[in-house]
């Protein structure tokens, strides 16, 4: 059988321009914290937490943001139980937690970290730019001080820690190298560059990750993680992520969907498809057939719904009642290579991710479309029956339903 990678010509992979991370890639998912910001949803039950968690194991997602203790006494609780349930279970994705630089923030995490009997790394928030200094009436000392204050204290308690500078996109080099440098020096293991209002475009992404790598991680010859936390204000997080880890970024941050604050965080579950699609390591051989079911879990426990035309895991995604599209399709399907089919009019190979080509009937349906649609059903197929079909599926303004179809098969009129 022809090789399908044949049957494709692919300018994404041509020398020079190719997406080739250095290093292995690696993702916190924040769909229960930062996710959890927007002012649309509703904070799941801890039952549904739980769910959505072991959904993260089995997608090889690495890390996961389980809450913000100083939040309050709800906020300590489910993520301790979510802290216990990794270290009962076993699982593999390791927990860090968000906290504001202050002590009543960090000191939380290291009881739970304590009492769950697992190691919860803090992830240290601070605002940089010069608009939120202007706003806040910071002085660059005051930046320096809280910093190293918290992250002294944060390693007296035996945590590790990630030290996040919010709104990095728009702060300037000096600022953003003095805030890590201090932070690296005070013990921090992992630094997190933010384009916390969504400013960045990729280009800028890969100037701010290579600076940061040039002069900040290399200079302290430490083994330093570097994260990128992106927002979708200008519709570029997927983008922006993708950027970073070409600029040499080891992990990018996102949440299903992109739920978050305003318009939402980068979408993990299209940075999943991206890399696996992109046959980045170790995601081209991590299944995923379980994505669907993370995001209706995060869609249903939040009260986000999937937009029908959302990448992937839309409603429509991989529906087509267009005559020539579905006929390319169908005459996929009639060769025997559900591949192929799955191929031939997408971008996306729907079986990657446990799901398949529809062909519906519509107004711009071809009478291809109605017997493949009886041949799907086990249905016995007539020129007369066909034709019953097609005109009512030419009399209407949108894809017949199931109902209706079969009403014409009756050959009774379909309930409106």
């Known amino acids: ?20 991370p250095q290093k292995q890639v690696m993702l916190d998912d924040e769909s229960l914290r930062d996710g959890l910001q927007s002012p649309s949803v509703k904070d799941p039950a801890i039952d549904e937490k739980l769910k959505i968690l072991h959904l993260m194991e089995a997608l090889g997602i690495n890390y996961a943001d389980i809450g913000l203790p100083g939040a309050g006494p709800r906020a300590v609780a489910d993520v301790e139980v979510l802290a ?3 270290a009962n279970c076993r699982l593999k994705i390791r927990p860090n937690c968000a906290a ?30 010069p608009i939120r200094r202007y706003t806040e009436n910071w002085t660059d000392d005051f930046l320096l001080r809280t910093t190293e204050h918290a992250v002294k204290y944060a390693r007296s308690l035996g945590l590790e820690v990630m030290y996040v500078t919010e709104d990095t996109s728009r702060c300037d080099p000096e600022t953003v190298k003095r805030l890590y440098t201090t932070a690296i020096d005070c013990g921090a293991a992992a630094i997190v560059i933010c384009d916390t209002v969504g400013h960045a475009t990729p280009s800028g992404v890969q100037a701010l990750v290579r600076f940061v790598l040039e002069n900040v991680v290399k200079p302290s010859g430490e083994k330093i993680r570097v994260d990128w936390h992106g927002h979708s204000d200008r519709g570029l997080a997927v983008a922006n992520s993708l950027a970073a880890l070409a600029a040499g970024a080891d992990c990018v941050h996102g949440t299903a969907l992109g739920i978050g604050e ?6 993990l579950d299209q940075i999943l498809v991206n890399l696996k699609l992109m046959g980045v390591s170790p995601w081209v051989e991590q299944d995923l057939t379980r994505l669907k079911e993370y995001c209706t879990t995060v869609s249903e426990a939040t009260g986000v719904p999937i937009p029908r035309n959302y990448p992937v895991m839309g409603e429509d995604a991989f529906r087509t009642a267009t005559g020539v599209h579905a006929a ?13 089919a799955n191929s031939v009019y997408s971008g996306v190979p729907s079986h990657y ?5 529809i062909i519906e009937v519509g107004p711009m349906s071809g009478k291809s479309n109605v017997i493949f649609w009886l041949e799907r059903k086990g249905m016995a197929v007539s020129d007369e029956l066909v034709d019953r079909i097609f005109q009512r599926a030419k009399a209407s303004d949108r894809c ?13 009129p379909a309930r409106i």
């Open 353 to 357: 991710f446990g799901l398949e080509q």
């Open 400 to 412: 017949l339903t199931e109902e209706e179809i079969l009403a014409c098969c009756q050959n009774v």
């Open 100 to 129: 504001r630089t202050h002590e009543n923030d960090i000191r939380p995490i290291a009881e739970i970290s304590q009492r769950a009997g697992i190691a919860i790394e803090v992830a240290c928030f601070l605002g940089s730019s």
């Open 262 to 267: 305003r318009v939402g965080n980068t979408q």
């Open 328 to 340: 390319a399709v169908i005459k996929a399907f009639r060769k025997g290579d559900i591949e192929l």
């Open 1 to 20: 059988m022809l090789k399908h990678s044949n049957l494709v010509y692919d300018w994404n992979s041509v020398s020079g321009v190719e997406f080739n």
């Open 84 to 86: 216990r349930e990794i």
